[in-house]
């Protein structure tokens, strides 16, 4: 990276604590977090943590259960309470600092919640002895949580947990706080002082407590050195691996940044990953218990993270369906009476279902007339088989979630008129019904286009991955039938326009209907060219620029219909000035974290896309505004570094597992250079055979 990437703010946080996400800066090591909040001589640290769950799945009551905050640190600078404030929120450090000055006085802090161990750093450097500093961990009560705090010896500790007996499983967490270091200049005007806080829950050891006094007892200002050199050599090492460099549109490339930042911090507990808000709780009662929403919320923030080059971030993603899963093939059988799997639309870890309606008629669950949600689950392991090619964590993963809903289709589906129908499954969310008598609109829709398009989606998938892994052949037949009778959509007239139908019968228009496109990718300007020039007239007649579900859907969906670039970057600086918060984070009514893919996942469309298995380089990007990346992956399991220069073209393509690979064009007078032997690319496409590990160069005739 050749600049810095900070969000800086000039005032403390306005809206923090908040029951979605935070408007404080935000740092994070994948499990634990900081939420900066407070005012300049009372400094708040929010931490959360990704598995510090109330695991209460009752019916729905407001501030019942959920994602909960861990505990409260506050540090106090009496003398400071007219300071100047300016924080600064550094992506590629993954830190947060204050500056607090008042005439003479001034105060800097750091926080680092350190990669690899879960500890908080802060460092304080201020004006001595003018200014006093305090640091102590304050109790957080309410919503039934037991609170114990104590001392052993010159650490401090703040215990938080829920443990009632209508609770799914106990949760327990500690913090536990001591000054390691402390030192006067030799002048006797700074001080400089750092503290350690250690973090710890029941998921992660029975010997939480104990575990978590001793190491933060037994710390060393050499071990906080070793924390901070670790722990920028890990985010040194994290953005290596991709990375995007824009020339006149910094702020653009400031949020590609902070898309993937705002994920990074809050995936890396394999076995909790991140629900609406991330792990970024300030509250207790969390909207909608911050929980997994299967019908687009949970998979959005990972929609862009292989095309970034970080599938590990994905290690995480497929746990809870997979702790799930055992109770959706109950409820597929109990409830429909198929083989395979259902899901509801809330879940949480460890097999915990969010929401219950016990009287419903959707068996006293909440289903919101939804078949999909399984269906949707299977967007991010498409993305990443894709992408990775990955066999062992295919198989390991997602393989047998993946079959498990295939086999529900295979049961679901009616084949009837020589091609299959989905009934009675909601292509929008409706509302829970009870009574004999009430059932809303929707629970009855036919062939909703969204279901269509998953559906195809997964069974192209499965015969894929089933042909790689070498399993399930007596099932191949069947998932083919399937996409070859499962029409994908179908269209209708409105304003003189054809335009995609959302369901059977219905001349409404859908903005879900886009979700074929984008992303389940199977809408494309070569592979479906008349249901392509209807999508793109669905999308021109929405203007949905500024939809509280869709920022993460819509805008990749104009760069793959080829709106003009300058038109899409528009309403992106458009959205940043609206709903855009000081820590890089986006504040909607809809989903919190989801919106962090939009940018990351617009942009990539932008450089580079790869659906249809067609390698495209700056697809969709002006060519007067110079424009490079490293790192970005696509389908084929090719990582590429490109850049445009004065609007010529230049890239090197890895191939990782040697497929085939297909060019789309990138202009006239290219060649593509293997292995000394040169290529011209003179077709709109042209298909090259690879090695495993071969580096191919694309340039110019005369580059």
Not at 113 to 140: D, F, K, M
Not at 512 to 530: D, K, N, V
Request: charged share 25%; hydrophobic share 40%; aromatic share 10%.
């Amino acid at each position: 990276m050749n600049r810095q990437h900070v969000f800086r703010t000039d005032r403390p946080a306005q809206e923090t604590p908040n029951k979605a996400l935070p408007d404080g800066l935000i740092a994070g090591n994948g499990d634990l977090t900081v939420t900066l909040a407070g005012t300049s001589d009372r400094v708040k640290l929010y931490i959360g943590k990704a598995d510090f769950w109330k695991a209460d799945g009752r019916v729905y009551v407001e501030e019942r259960g959920g994602i909960a905050p861990l505990g409260l640190a506050e540090l106090l600078l009496p003398h400071l309470a007219y300071a100047e404030y300016r924080a600064e929120q550094n992506l590629d450090e993954a830190s947060i600092s204050l500056h607090l000055t008042e005439g003479p006085l001034s105060a800097d802090v750091k926080i680092t919640v350190c990669a690899g161990e879960n500890t908080i750093l802060v460092e304080l450097n201020h004006s001595y002895p003018a200014v006093s500093a305090s640091l102590s961990l304050r109790p957080l009560h309410g919503t039934g949580a037991i609170v114990e705090s104590g001392e052993e010896r010159d650490v401090s500790y703040m215990m938080r947990g829920f443990d009632e007996p209508e609770l799914r499983f106990p949760t327990f967490g500690i913090c536990a706080l001591r000054r390691i270091f402390r030192r006067v200049s030799e002048d006797g005007r700074r001080e400089r002082i750092v503290w350690a806080i250690a973090a710890a829950t029941n998921h992660d050891t029975a010997a939480y407590r104990s575990q978590t006094v001793e190491r933060v007892g037994a710390m060393t200002a050499e071990d906080c050195e070793r924390l901070l050199s670790d722990h920028a050599a890990w985010w040194r090492d994290f953005w290596s691996k991709s990375g995007v460099s824009l020339p006149g549109n910094e702020d653009l490339e400031l949020y590609w940044y902070a898309g993937i930042y705002a994920c990074a911090c809050c995936m890396g507990n394999r076995e909790f990953p991140p629900g609406l808000w991330g792990a970024y709780s300030t509250a207790d009662g969390m909207g909608w218990f911050g929980d997994y929403h299967l019908n687009y919320n949970y998979q959005a923030p990972f929609y862009a993270l292989t095309a970034s080059n970080h599938p590990e971030l994905l290690d995480c993603y497929m746990a809870p369906l997979n702790e799930f899963l055992p109770i959706a093939k109950r409820y597929a059988d109990e409830f429909l009476g198929v083989r395979g799997a259902v899901f509801p639309v809330g879940i949480g870890p460890h097999g915990m279902e969010t929401d219950v309606r016990p009287d419903t008629k959707e068996h006293g669950h909440l289903f919101l007339g939804q078949k999909s949600n399984g269906a949707y689950a299977c967007v991010i392991p498409m993305l990443h088989w894709y992408a990775t090619r990955d066999r062992e964590f295919a198989k390991r993963e997602y393989y047998d979630f993946l079959r498990s809903v295939a086999i529900f289709w295979e049961d679901y589906l009616v084949f009837e008129d020589g091609r299959y129908h989905i009934y009675n499954d909601s292509l929008n969310e409706v509302g829970w019904y009870a009574g004999p008598d009430h059932m809303p609109v929707g629970h009855d829709d036919k062939n909703p286009i969204v279901s269509r398009g998953l559906v195809r989606m997964l069974m192209k998938l499965m015969i894929d991955l089933a042909g790689e892994l070498g399993v399930d052949e007596d099932r191949i037949p069947k998932w083919r039938h399937i996409l070859e009778h499962l029409p994908l959509g179908e269209t209708f007239e409105r304003n003189g326009e054809q335009i995609l139908r959302g369901i059977d019968g219905s001349t409404e228009l859908r903005e879900l209907a886009m979700e074929c496109m984008f992303p389940a990718g199977q809408i494309g300007r070569y592979s479906t060219p008349e249901l392509f020039e209807a999508a793109k007239n669905t999308h021109r007649q929405l203007s949905i620029w500024d939809s509280h579900n869709r920022f993460c859907s819509y805008y990749p969906e104009a760069v793959r219909l080829g709106l003009p670039p300058e038109e899409i970057i528009g309403h992106i600086r458009e959205v940043i000035e609206k709903r855009g918060l000081p820590n890089g984070m986006f504040r909607y009514g809809g989903g919190g974290l989801e919106n962090s893919a939009a940018v990351p996942g617009t942009l990539n469309e932008m450089l580079l896309q790869s659906y249809e298995d067609i390698i495209r380089l700056f697809p969709c990007w002006d060519p007067a505004q110079d424009a490079s990346f490293h790192g970005l992956r696509a389908f084929g399991a090719f990582v590429i570094d490109a850049e445009m220069k004065d609007g010529t073209i230049c890239a090197q393509i890895r191939s990782e597992k040697g497929r085939l690979l297909k060019l789309e064009k990138p202009g006239e007078g290219y060649i593509v250079v293997k292995n000394g032997e040169t290529i011209p690319l003179t077709e709109l496409f042209t298909e090259i055979e690879t090695e495993p590990g071969e580096f191919l160069l694309v340039r110019p005739v005369c580059g």
